[in-house]
């Protein structure tokens, strides 16, 4: 089993910037990819940004040069740097881990961009 908390979410400014984190713990040997995605009220989730144990990494069209994922392997983390957010980026934003041949979800984490 693999349970994934999240943090760092939270209320902001347009154009301002967020980090969220999301931890992994539990019984695993390793995690193969650890993603964000975000759903808005009304929306299906959608995927944000993944990245690899290797580091390789995916992004949404919609995030690419504002958004930037990363993660330390050897603290099962992964990290969503958010600049210049803007009001279509309020969401629940979940944390996804792909292990072995299942994945694993957070419960989510609000981020609500708004003056």
């Known amino acids: 089993q693999v349970q994934l908390m999240e943090s760092g979410g939270g209320l902001v400014q347009p154009g301002g910037s967020l980090r969220l984190a999301c931890v992994a713990s539990g019984s695993f040997f390793s995690i193969y990819t650890m993603g964000w995605f975000r759903q808005a009220p009304g929306k299906q989730r959608e995927l944000v940004a993944d990245i690899t144990n290797g580091g390789s990494t995916v992004y949404a069209d919609s995030v690419k040069g504002r958004f930037t994922i990363s993660r330390d392997n050897y603290k099962n983390t992964a990290y969503l740097q958010m600049n210049n957010l803007k009001p279509d980026d309020t969401a629940v934003y979940y944390c996804?881990?792909?292990?072995?041949?299942?994945?694993?979800w957070g419960q989510g984490t609000q981020v609500t961009v708004s003056s």
């Open positions: 996804r881990a792909n292990v072995a041949t299942a994945n694993y």
